[in-house]
């Protein structure tokens, strides 16, 4: 792994879970800050979270019927809003424009860059992923707001076991084959087989818990499932 360079999918559901996260974003910023002044790199990809469902679900009620690329548009234009205004946060110390491809070479001049959704089929976990391939880093930070991966969905099973490291293979088996706009995974079917062929490192964490971000970034002990 590049060290001088660190991979950020975040959840759209930190920046926005109901109304915008201003202690959260206020967090973020302050640790991302204290690991550019030790020398590193950020590229962040953001989410749509749960503005981008609530789009999809009003246009639904009021259109009908929708395919599946008018969903995902929705989710795209979502991803990049957010994107953009991340970018407003940090200023000068971010890139002008933000990654809009991920197949395309990107600059990274500056101390960041972020990125949102590509095209419809494509999540921004796969993003992601063709930005760790294009960059030659073999690990992603995942942050949403779940803690770990679950051997099965503890919304529904109380009973639901943690994982804190788990292979690829055996992560795959625990999810759906495909991707379809709105799935809630911890990472994304597609992305996951290309980080599997890849060897790519992704460690999914509770981004809300930015002390335990904190502790990943400084080489800590953290919570957490590492999946590789």
Not at 1 to 25: A, R
Not at 152 to 160: L, R, Y
Request: glycine share 6%; charged share 30%; hydrophobic share 40%.
């Amino acid at each position: 792994m590049n060290e001088e360079i660190i991979i950020v999918s975040l959840g759209g559901s930190l920046i926005i879970p109901e109304e915008i996260d201003k202690e959260f974003l206020k967090d973020f910023k302050k640790i991302i800050l204290s690991q550019i002044k030790k020398g590193k790199k950020f590229v962040i990809i953001t989410g749509g979270g749960k503005i981008c469902r609530k789009y999809q679900c009003v246009a639904k009620e009021i259109k009908g019927e929708m395919s599946s690329s008018e969903l995902d548009w929705l989710g795209i234009y979502s991803t990049r809003f957010n994107a953009e205004f991340m970018k407003i946060l940090f200023s000068d110390l971010a890139e002008e424009e933000i990654i809009l491809d991920p197949t395309l070479p990107i600059t990274l001049d500056k101390h960041m860059v972020f990125g949102g959704g590509w095209k419809p089929g494509w999540s921004t976990d796969y993003v992601s992923v063709m930005l760790a391939k294009q960059l030659k880093i073999k690990k992603i930070i995942n942050l949403s707001n779940t803690d770990f991966v679950y051997d099965s969905d503890p919304k529904i099973n109380p009973n639901a076991k943690k994982i804190e490291k788990i292979s690829w293979k055996d992560y795959r088996d625990l999810i759906p084959a495909e991707w379809n706009p709105g799935l809630n995974t911890p990472f994304d079917p597609i992305a996951s087989k290309i980080a599997e062929e890849e060897e790519i490192e992704v460690v999914i964490m509770n981004g809300k818990l930015n002390e335990n971000f904190a502790k990943y970034l400084n080489k800590e002990e953290f919570k957490g499932t590492v999946i590789s």
